[in-house]
């Protein structure tokens, strides 16, 4: 029964990755998939459902669900004014239009270095990304990949003093510190950015040779990009709101140790400075109001499905069987957090959650093995983010939705990004953290 148990579970994450190709939605893909477990593992139906599905939608949503809201919100109103294609447009003067990709790299960096989370960051780099790309003319669907770059490789794993949950996890069990390994993590930091942007800029022009074009997603109206730029308001102030996201979070995350609370009141403050700084340009209140905070409930229905099935999976006997056996592998103890650590991550299809269930099995076989924890603090971080990013993670439903493409258009850039390249990263620095120690 337990071998029956795993082959189901593994089964049900199958179903779930192909159902995503094939665009079902994640509510009845993670129902469906949630059936497989629950049966293969001889679970009770409704316990599972009423207890485990339900109990991890619920918490989901009522953890996130007002960052939605605020960041919805914001998106909504900085598009209106006008704001978002004056933020565009002055980076591409600063920049170029050639740079579309460097430019939505290097902003969502220093917004999730900054502090951003993911669901903010789609919302403020989202609406910027349509027009760089529009401008210059490469296909929507390869946004995500400096997208991505930006937000879910090295400013969440590898960059020493990184405010994002992969970082701050192990010091909490590992008693290191947010800056862990620095020299480690700088040079991680620098080979998962050099091989991500060369990849970027090879799917640049190969989309070109290809004879793609850049085209709006089914509900956005191109005509809102295509305005007369002396229309616009001034950059300097369509620039404060973005910055007042970034220094709210930065400046009080020690004061306001509540992450949602702290970033809900840095979108409503950024929001109403965008209202009062734009107050002439905006129009019907009542539609960007409606209309803003609506999109919310849509935007997070998908994650929280996702993050139900997760629950539901983590409550089945194989789910236990699977890490049980995984962190009992006699090995070296690098290489032990390393592989844990992914695969768990994988399996429940999160960082975080790999990374907790590790070193709540291992935290203190790790501390009294004598290894340099700093050491595994930033191994361990990078390796759960890498099969954390298969097809199943929350994180896609999200980011392709708001992006108007499917896993089949958008996620092989994905894989690439935020699985292949961490992989090799975190591989070669082990052998070379390995090799020095013997």
């Known amino acids: 029964m337990e071998f029956i148990g795993v082959i189901g579970l593994l089964l049900a994450i199958v179903v779930l990755i192909l159902g995503a190709y094939k665009g079902i939605g994640a509510l009845p893909l993670t129902l469906g998939a949630g059936l497989i477990v629950v049966l293969s593992n001889s679970m009770p139906f409704w316990q599972s459902y009423a207890e485990f599905y339900m109990g991890g939608y619920v918490n989901y949503w009522k953890s996130y669900f007002l960052i ?9 109103v900085m598009e209106e004014s006008g704001a978002v294609l004056s933020i565009a ?35 403020a780099i989202g609406p910027i990304a349509m027009l760089l790309f529009k401008e210059a003319d490469i296909a929507r669907r390869h946004i995500i990949a400096p997208l991505l770059t930006g937000y879910g490789t090295f400013t969440m794993t590898a960059l020493p003093g990184s405010p994002q949950l992969t970082n701050v996890i192990p010091s909490k069990y590992l008693g290191t510190t947010l800056t862990a390994a620095p020299v480690l ?5 620098l080979m998962i950015f050099g091989m991500c942007y060369g990849y970027c800029k090879y799917v640049e022009k190969k989309s070109r040779a290809a004879g793609e074009h850049f085209t709006f997603p ?14 616009l ?79 539901l999976v983590k409550n089945a006997p194989a789910f ?4 049980n056996y995984v962190l009992s592998l006699q090995m070296n103890t690098y290489v032990l957090g390393i592989v844990g ?17 590790t070193l709540e099995t291992l935290a203190e076989k790790f501390v009294a093995s004598g290894v340099n924890l700093g050491i ?23 980011v392709f939705d708001y992006l108007g493409v499917t896993h089949k258009e958008s996620y092989f850039h994905a894989f690439i990004i935020s699985v292949i390249v961490p992989i090799i990263t975190v591989t070669v620095c082990a052998i070379g953290v390995i090799a020095l120690a013997l």
């Open 68 to 76: 939605f809201v605020f960041s919805a919100l914001y998106a909504k």
């Open 89 to 123: 447009y002055k980076f591409i003067d600063w920049f170029g239009k050639g740079r579309a990709m460097l430019i939505v790299l290097l902003t969502t960096t220093v917004l999730t270095y900054g502090g951003v989370s993911l669901f903010v960051v789609i919302f």
């Open 185 to 189: 993590g700088i040079v991680a930091s």
């Open 218 to 231: 089914a509900n956005v109206d191109p005509s809102k990009y295509e305005v007369d730029r002396t229309t």
């Open 233 to 311: 308001p001034p950059a300097i102030t369509s620039f404060v709101p973005l910055i007042t996201i970034v220094g709210m979070i930065i400046l009080f995350r020690k004061i306001i140790t509540d992450s949602t609370l702290l970033v809900v009141m840095a979108m409503g403050t950024a929001t109403l400075l965008a209202i009062v700084l734009n107050y002439g340009r905006l129009g019907n209140f009542k539609a960007i109001f409606n209309q803003g905070m609506g999109s919310a409930v849509g935007a997070i229905a998908g994650p929280c499905a996702i993050v139900a099935f997760g629950v």
């Open 320 to 323: 236990q069987n699977i890490v």
């Open 341 to 357: 650590t992914a695969v768990i991550s994988g399996v429940t299809g999160s960082s975080s959650g790999g990374l907790t269930i």
């Open 376 to 398: 595994l603090h930033r191994l361990i971080s990078i390796a759960a983010g890498t099969l954390d990013s298969l097809p199943h993670s929350t994180s896609f439903f999200l």
